[in-house]
Nanobody
Framework: FQLQASGGGLVQAGGSLRLSCAAS????????IGWFRQAPGKEREGVSC??????TTADSVKGRFTISRDNAKNTVYLQMNSLKPEDTAIYYC?????????????????WGQGTLVTVSS
């Protein structure tokens, strides 16, 4: 199984980015797919997860980030709006068999390689 995260980059505060997580060898509709991030010197943080029954989103990004899934493209997206410097991190996507979705990293079995998001002030 492979998850390929892309779409990161450098953006000014208040800007937007859309991250993509393309899956191969794994059907995203059969899993819940989560986005996580890790900033330098900080622990990995769950951002948002899309499962069969809905979406779970961290309070820190609620109202700014939106997760979605395109089953035809076997891809999950994270639309990030109103970005802040504190959103700067490496963003990872991961798959979990917990179909309700979860922000617990230890319950995700398959991980992508990460994409860097840098938000300048």
């Amino acid at each position: 199984f492979q998850l390929q995260a892309s779409g990161g980059g450098l953006v000014q505060a208040g800007g937007s980015l859309r991250l993509s997580c393309a899956a191969s060898g794994l059907i995203v509709d059969y899993y819940a797919i989560g986005w996580f991030r890790q900033a330098p010197g900080k622990e990995r943080e769950g951002v948002s997860c899309i499962g069969r029954s809905g979406v779970t989103t961290a309070d820190s990004v609620k109202g700014r980030f939106t997760i979605s899934r395109d089953n035809a493209k076997n891809t999950v997206y994270l639309q990030m709006n109103s970005l802040k410097p504190e959103d700067t991190a490496i963003y990872y996507c991961a798959a979990t068999p917990v179909l309700l979705g979860t922000l617990r990293a230890d319950l995700h079995d398959y991980w992508g390689q990460g994409t860097l998001v840098t938000v300048s002030s």
